[in-house]
């Protein structure tokens, strides 16, 4: 079992930053890529960001060049930098772990970008 939990969510004015935080417990060693989703209101949840143990990183084609993904060499952290934030990044922010044989869900943090 994987446990994640998120922090850094708040209010924030549009062009603003904020940074999300996600720490991970349990059977870490067997986790080899981590990332963010999100879901705004009335939408399915999408992929925002991912980073493999290789360091290989991915991005929504909307968030590339604003946010950055970085994770911890024990991989039990990854961040997410979000920068020039934009009303339509309003959503509840999720971290995700995948072992060989399963994803894991923390229980989501909020962005609210407006003014």
């Known amino acids: 079992q994987v446990q994640l939990v998120e922090s850094g969510g708040g209010l924030v004015q549009p062009g603003g930053s904020l940074r999300l935080s996600c720490t991970a417990a349990g059977r870490i060693f067997s986790i080899y890529n981590m990332g963010w989703y999100r879901q705004a209101p009335g939408k399915q949840r999408e992929f925002v960001a991912s980073i493999t143990t290789g360091n290989s990183t991915n991005y929504l084609d909307s968030v590339r060049g604003r946010f950055t993904i970085s994770g911890s060499n024990a991989k039990n952290m990854v961040y997410l930098q979000m920068n020039s934030l934009k009303p339509e990044d309003t959503a509840v922010y999720y971290c995700?772990?995948?072992?060989?044989?399963?994803?894991?869900w923390g229980q989501g943090t909020q962005v609210t970008v407006s003014s």
């Open positions: 995700h772990a995948a072992v060989p044989t399963k994803r894991y």
